[in-house]
């Protein structure tokens, strides 16, 4: 293995380990002092040598997923927003977008300004804003960088600061074909910065526990997808078919098969919508 990429991975991983190990109330500080130290060390990480080119594809396939879902004339909010790609994107066609993030860093890079764009520094699990603010809620590959025991918590946070039938529109890595971070060279399991990876059988009670219902999941390519079309109205499955189809990839003996699978049946991925029914 490259002598570079061990390095990461000791790194992230005793990083990680301490984010997971801290007192609930530690947590802020820790994760950025997480982060800043490895973006400090592994100079060479692979998001810091992303081109712009490179980085506003990423946004279009974050688009392809998430625009159409939120649609127009809407309340929004992303978290996790990093620079404000997305959320400024989507302020083009939506009311009041807000995007937060934790890293002061990210938020100074952003590149969009617009009238009805406010972009904040704040926690996941700790969501200023009155209750029933928003139509929709974003976020895209965070869930897993969140403390285990956040999670729920952060679910709570986006049902509170959501309309009654607002949405939680969210995708991240599927830990039946992971891990997904750096530990993927190494280990079985995330052991890096993905503190915890999930699957639609894992996410989907505790979605419904915290009183979120009809929770979706696309199932065609994203590119097929456009507002108003045919497909848009029935291109989505109940996550709870996709859970079930979690069955079939987990019986894969190998990585590389149970990859294959998932691949075949689209959960290589997950990615939710799901409302709030009261």
């Known amino acids: 293995m490259d002598p570079k990429t061990r390095q990461h991975y ?9 984010i997971l190990d801290c007192a609930p109330e530690a947590r802020p500080a820790v994760y950025l002092d997480a982060y800043d130290t490895l973006f400090r060390e592994i100079s060479w990480h692979p998001s810091l040598r992303l081109t712009e080119a490179e980085k506003d594809r990423l946004v279009e396939q974050k688009l392809r997923l998430f625009a159409p879902m939120v649609g127009a004339g809407r309340d ?3 978290i996790g927003c990093g620079r404000g790609d997305m959320i400024g994107r989507l302020a083009a066609r939506n009311r009041r977008c807000v995007g937060v993030d934790v890293s002061k860093v990210a938020l100074a890079q952003r590149r969009t300004e617009a009238p009805n764009l406010t972009l904040l520094v704040m926690e996941a699990c700790h969501l200023e804003f009155p209750d029933a603010s928003f139509d929709v809620v974003l976020s895209s590959q965070v869930v897993e960088h969140l403390h285990p025991d956040d999670v729920t918590l952060h679910l709570r946070e986006v049902h509170r600061v959501l309309r009654p039938r607002g949405r939680y529109i969210f995708d991240t890595p599927n830990r039946l074909v992971g891990p997904h971070d750096v530990s993927k060279f190494f280990d079985e399991t995330a052991t890096g910065f993905h503190l915890k990876e999930w699957s639609y059988g894992d996410l989907l009670p505790v979605l419904k526990s915290l009183g979120f219902g009809r929770v979706r999941s696309q199932f065609l390519p994203e590119a097929v997808y456009s507002r108003g079309s045919l497909l848009f109205r029935i291109g989505f499955l109940p996550a709870a078919a996709k859970a079930f189809l979690e069955r079939a990839v987990a019986a894969g003996r190998t990585r590389p098969e149970r990859l294959r ?4 049946a689209r959960i290589a991925g997950v990615n939710l919508s799901a409302e709030k029914l009261h």
């Open 10 to 18: 000791e790194l992230e991983k005793r990083l990680a380990q301490r």
């Open 261 to 264: 699978r998932a691949r075949w």
């Open 76 to 78: 929004v909010l992303e």
